[in-house]
C-alpha cells in the first residue's frame, strides 16, 4: 500500500540531497573534529559549512548558531541560559498553546519558584498581544512564544513582539521548530535574542538541532563538557546529522518561495474541497496567518481517533488533536485554550503537507475522506439528533 | 500508535449491530461528547426476556466502537439475568484485551448495558449515587470504588484507564489514593495477632502458609518451593522448577514469598534461598 504522508509537523521525510551528504561521515570520514589532524580538520570544515548554512536561512552570522541535539534541547538551553543569567527575575511570559518541549518545563518551572504568565489566544489562535504587554514586569527575565504554532499553524507577529520585548530589556527566545524552512525569516533585522530549531522538521535527520542566540546574549551552557561549540554545548558532533541538517537548511533557503507556493496551493485544494463535500466541517485557525503547509480541520460529532485509523486503511498518515490519541483523557490543549468547542475539538485532524506531497495525493484523500466522516457520522449517536 | 487486537480492529472496521431499535424494549445511554465517548444501546426482548436483538451507535474511539460491537455480539441470545453478569474484563477479553488506556471504552459498554436492563424493568434513572470525586469527568467515589475492586486496580493511572476519573486536572489524585489505600485495606486478609509463637508454632504456621498460598501461586507458572529450615527469624527455603533458573527468582522471594510470610506469620521473618 502507497503511503501518503501528510503529517509533517510531526516529522518529515530526509531528503535524498541530504542522505547522500551525510553517508560519507559514517564511516569515511570518521575524524573527530576536535582533532588536530587533517583528517578530523576537514570535518570541522564540514560543520562550519553547515553552520554558515543554517545562518544563512536564518539572516543570522555562523557565529551565532549552537548545534544541540534536538529542538527540545534548543528550548531548554534557552530557557536555562535566560534564568540563570537574570537571577533576580523570577517570572517568565509564555502563550497557552507551546510545544510540550516549552510548556512542561514552565510548568516545572512555576513549581519552583517562578511566576509564569501563560498568554492567551482567541477563537483563531492568535495571541493577545494586549495582554502580552500588560504583564511584562521589572521582574521578567524572559519571554518565550513560538513562531508558529504546530498544531493550528497560526503564525504569530514574532517581529513586532520581540521589538516591543527588546525595549522593555527583557530577553526574547522563540521556538521556531515549525516556521523555519517554512516562511522567510532574517534575524538580523529582527529582535530575537534566541531561537529554536529542529532538523527532522525541514527534511533533516533527527536527532539534531540548533540554537541561534544572538551576539551578545548572556549565555550559560546547558550541557557541560569540552570545548566544543566554542564551550557553549559540551560533547562530540553528531557530525553526520549536523551536516545533514546544514544541506536541508541551504535546500530550504534555496527553494523556500517556489516550494511552498505549490504547498500551499495544494492544502488549499485540500482544505477547500473537503469544506465543500463534508457539512459541520471547521477549520481551526486564522487562516489568513498560517503555516502554508498546515490546515487543522474539525470534523464535528466524530472523534479524531476513529477517522485516523480510517484514514491509515488506505495508508493517509494525519495527525488528531483528540483525546484518544494522546493517552491523554482531554484534547488537545491547543484547541482547548482557542476555545473550540469539544464538540469539534474530539474531531479535529491535522494535515501538514510538504514538497514532496503530489496533487495525485492530495486528490486521493479528497475522495478517500468524506466517506470516512459519513460512516462515522452514520455510527454516532449525535448525527441524527443535530440532524 | 495504540497496539489494537486484530479482533478490535475487525470490530471497528466492521461493527456488528450498528443503528437503533425504533420499538427498543430497553435503551441504555452513557458519556457524551464533552467526555470524547459516547455509547447508546438498544435491547429487543422476546417474552422470556431474552435479548432477541442489540444494536448501537457509538461516537468515540476505534477501541469505544469495538467494544460496543463486541457486546451486542456477547448479550444476543442471552437472558437478562446472564447478561447482567457480564463485566468490563468480559467486554476486553472477546475482544483479546485492551491497551490499558483504553479500559474505560469497555467499562462503558458494561455501563450501557446496566442502563438499558434498568430501562426496560423501569427501574428509576438511578441517581448519582455517592459523592463526585473527579469533576472534570463527573466520576463518582462509588464509580471508582467499583473499579477498584472489581479489576484490582492498584494506581491512580489504572484508576484513570478504566472510569477516566483524575484525566483532567488532576486535583482529585489525593481522593482517589484514599480510595485504592481503603479497598486494598478491605481486601487485606486480618493480620493473625501471633504475639509469641513457639519455634514449632512458627515452622507449623509458615508451612502452612506456604502450602495454602504461596505454592499454588508459584504452581501457575511452572514453580515450587521447599522449605529447608527454620533458624529464628530466618526462613530457608530452596526454589524448585521454573523459579530456580528464573532470574526474577530473587524478585519472587522478596517480593512475595517474604511478604507473604511477613504478613500472614509474623513480620519479622527473613527469607533466604539456600544451594541447592
Known amino acids: 500500500m502507497n503511503v501518503i504522508y501528510v503529517d ?15 553517508l560519507p561521515y559514517f564511516n569515511e570520514f570518521y575524524g573527530n573534529p576536535s582533532s588536530m589532524h587533517t583528517f578530523g580538520g576537514k570535518v570541522e570544515q564540514k560543520i562550519t559549512e553547515a553552520r554558515t548554512r543554517i545562518a544563512s536561512l536564518l539572516g543570522a552570522s555562523p557565529e551565532e548558531i549552537i548545534f544541540t541535539s534536538c529542538g527540545t534541547e534548543s528550548d531548554s538551553t534557552a530557557i536555562r541560559a535566560a534564568v540563570l543569567s537574570n537571577p533576580g527575575k523570577k517570572h517568565i511570559l509564555t502563550s497557552r498553546v507551546e510545544h ?35 504583564n511584562l514586569g521589572d521582574d521578567t527575565a524572559l519571554v518565550s512564544i513560538m513562531w508558529a504554532n504546530n498544531e493550528s499553524g497560526v503564525i504569530f507577529p514574532i517581529e513586532e513582539i520581540s521589538k516591543i520585548v527588546r525595549e522593555k530589556g527583557i530577553v526574547f527566545h522563540t521556538d521556531a521548530v515549525q516556521a523555519v524552512g517554512k516562511i522567510p525569516m532574517d534575524l538580523n533585522t529582527m529582535a530575537v535574542d534566541m531561537l529554536s530549531l529542529s532538523g527532522h522538521k525541514l527534511h533533516g535527520p533527527k536527532g539534531v538541532g540548533a540554537l541561534y542566540v ?25 557530525v553526520a546529522s549536523i551536516i545533514g541538517l546544514g544541506k536541508a537548511a541551504e535546500l530550504a533557503a534555496a527553494h523556500l518561495s517556489d516550494n511552498y507556493s505549490q504547498v500551499k496551493q495544494l492544502r488549499d485544494k485540500l482544505e477547500n474541497e473537503i469544506l465543500k463535500h463534508v457539512s459541520n466541517t471547521i477549520i481551526n485557525g486564522d487562516r489568513d496567518h498560517r503555516l502554508p503547509n498546515t490546515t487543522s480541520i474539525a470534523f464535528e460529532y466524530v472523534e479524531g481517533e476513529s477517522i485516523l485509523l480510517m484514514m491509515d486503511e488506505f495508508g493517509i498518515c494525519a495527525s488528531s488533536g483528540s483525546a484518544c490519541t494522546s493517552g491523554s ?12 468547542p469539544f464538540t469539534a475539538a474530539h474531531g479535529s485532524v491535522r494535515f501538514s503537507l510538504s514538497k514532496y506531497n503530489t496533487e495525485e495525493e492530495i486528490d486521493f484523500i479528497i475522495e478517500k475522506l468524506p466517506p470516512i466522516i459519513e460512516r462515522l457520522r452514520e455510527l454516532s449517536p449525535f448525527w441524527k439528533k443535530i440532524k | 500508535m495504540w497496539e489494537y487486537t486484530n479482533k478490535v480492529k475487525d470490530h471497528f472496521l466492521n461493527p456488528r449491530n450498528v443503528g437503533v431499535i425504533e420499538d427498543a424494549d430497553g435503551i441504555g445511554e452513557v458519556g457524551s461528547l464533552a467526555c470524547g465517548d459516547a455509547l447508546t444501546l438498544y435491547l429487543k426482548l422476546d417474552k422470556n426476556e431474552r435479548i432477541k436483538d442489540a444494536k448501537f451507535q457509538t461516537f468515540g474511539c476505534a477501541s469505544a466502537i469495538a467494544s460496543s460491537s463486541a457486546l451486542t455480539e456477547m448479550i444476543k441470545g442471552l437472558t437478562l439475568e446472564e447478561a447482567k453478569k457480564i463485566t ?42 455517592g459523592e463526585i470525586v473527579c469533576e472534570c469527568f463527573g466520576i463518582t467515589d462509588l464509580e471508582i470504588e467499583r473499579a477498584v475492586r472489581e479489576n484490582a486496580l ?88 521454573t523459579c530456580a533458573t528464573c532470574s526474577a527468582s530473587q524478585i519472587t522471594l522478596k517480593h512475595y514469598v517474604e511478604s507473604k510470610l511477613r504478613e500472614l506469620v509474623a513480620p519479622e521473618l527473613l527469607v533466604e534461598e539456600v544451594e541447592s
Open chain 2, 154 to 241: 492498584k494506581t491512580i493511572e489504572d484508576v484513570t484507564h478504566y472510569v477516566k476519573a483524575g484525566g483532567g486536572c488532576e486535583s482529585c489524585h489525593e481522593k482517589i489514593q484514599e480510595i485504592i489505600d481503603a479497598s486494598l485495606g478491605k481486601e487485606r486478609p486480618e493480620k493473625k495477632k501471633v504475639i509469641h509463637l513457639t519455634n514449632i508454632q512458627k515452622i507449623k504456621l509458615i508451612e502452612e502458609t506456604l502450602a495454602r498460598e504461596i505454592k499454588p501461586a508459584l504452581k501457575k507458572d511452572g514453580g515450587d518451593i521447599e522449605l529447608v529450615d527454620v533458624d529464628g527469624n530466618n526462613v530457608l527455603v530452596k526454589l524448585r522448577g
Open chain 1, 214 to 238: 544572538r551576539r551578545g546574549t548572556k549565555y550559560t551552557p546547558f550541557m557541560i563538557g569540552g570545548h566544543q561549540e566554542r564551550g557553549r554545548r559540551g560533547g562530540t558532533e553528531n
Open chain 2, 88 to 129: 468490563n474484563e468480559n467486554i476486553a477479553d472477546f475482544l483479546g484485551g485492551l491497551p490499558k488506556e483504553k479500559m474505560h471504552c469497555s467499562v462503558m459498554g458494561r455501563d450501557a448495558l446496566e442502563k438499558a436492563i434498568s430501562n426496560y424493568r423501569g427501574e428509576a434513572e438511578k441517581k448519582v449515587e
Open chain 1, 100 to 134: 510540550p518541549a516549552i510548556k512542561n518545563h514552565y510548568e516545572y518551572l512555576s513549581k519552583n519558584g517562578y511566576r509564569v504568565t501563560f498568554v492567551p489566544v482567541d477563537r483563531k489562535g492568535r495571541l493577545d498581544l494586549d495582554y502580552l504587554y500588560d
Open chain 1, 8 to 22: 509533517n509537523n510531526a516529522t518529515t521525510q530526509v531528503s535524498p540531497e541530504v542522505l547522500e551528504e551525510m
Open chain 1, 329 to 340: 483523557l482531554e484534547p488537545s490543549h491547543v484547541l482547548r485554550a482557542m476555545g473550540v
